[in-house]
């Protein structure tokens, strides 16, 4: 004999009709009438459990490091379905975050949220509640710092505090560099160039810093002289 559901979809109550039986004593079921086939209308169809070879792929992406954890959902595709079964996940109803906001490669980014094109197909499978991929990328933010111009620092008291200017102006959650820009030796009056000190990619890994070179910052003397009466003041 065989058995079929009257349709493959997922649900109670549902038809089940068999045929091409045959009996044990094919004599004794001769003296009988039997219709050629017989149905039961209370079986069910489940969902089928969740099985790895029925998945979402989520693609490989990338973005720049912005301070945050949100990224534009990749393309989703549907693997291993059964039966020539046939649809999509729709993206727009979905979110994508990374695991976290920092620059780096080989990166998990986690879709939830999403929907199907054909959702009474769909029904017919167990899904995760979230997908990923694991080599995704944050690519560090490129910016440039440009010491300012015509800082002045006394003689006697020397403390290498240097500020600057970053392009673009503010960086994302408005932080801050580590470190600090140092300067090329010296202690006489006059100009040094100030260097990029310890403001660097390592000290600062989200970033792609750029230095500009070659501003300077004036030793200044805070002593002079006072010709009238012919000794120095500090």
């Known amino acids: 004999a065989t058995a079929n559901f009257d349709t493959k979809e997922v649900g109670t109550g549902k038809k089940v ?11 004794l079921a001769q003296n009988y009438s039997w219709q050629t086939a017989y149905e039961n209308n209370n079986s069910s169809i489940t969902p089928r459990p969740l099985d790895a070879s029925i998945y979402i792929e989520v693609a490989v992406t990338s973005k720049t490091y912005d301070g945050s954890t949100t990224v534009a959902v990749p393309t989703l595709t549907i ?26 490669t080989g990166k998990t980014v986690i879709v939830t949220g999403f929907t199907f ?6 029904a017919n499978y167990t899904w995760a509640s979230s997908y ?20 002045v620092e006394m003689w006697n008291a020397l403390e290498n ?50 230095f500009t070179p070659d501003v ?11 010709l009238k009466w012919g000794y120095s003041v500090v």
């Open 117 to 122: 094109t054909n959702p009474t197909l769909a």
């Open 79 to 104: 693997h291993g379905l059964l039966g020539g079964d046939s649809f999509k996940a729709i993206k727009t109803t979905a979110t994508a975050s990374f695991d976290n906001k920092d620059a780096g």
């Open 216 to 226: 300077k910052f004036r030793i200044a003397s805070n002593i002079f002289l006072d």
């Open 17 to 27: 009709t068999v045929s091409g039986f045959s009996f044990s004593n094919p004599t």
């Open 132 to 151: 990923s991929n694991n080599n995704s990328t944050i690519k560090p933010l490129d910016i440039t710092i440009t010491p300012d111009e015509g800082q």
């Open 161 to 210: 505090s240097f500020t600057y200017s970053t392009n673009p102006a503010q960086l994302p959650n408005n932080e801050t560099l580590n470190g600090q820009l140092d300067r090329e030796p010296g202690i006489e009056v006059g100009k040094y160039a100030i260097t990029q000190g310890r403001v660097t990619n390592e000290n600062n890994p989200n970033y792609n810093i750029t």
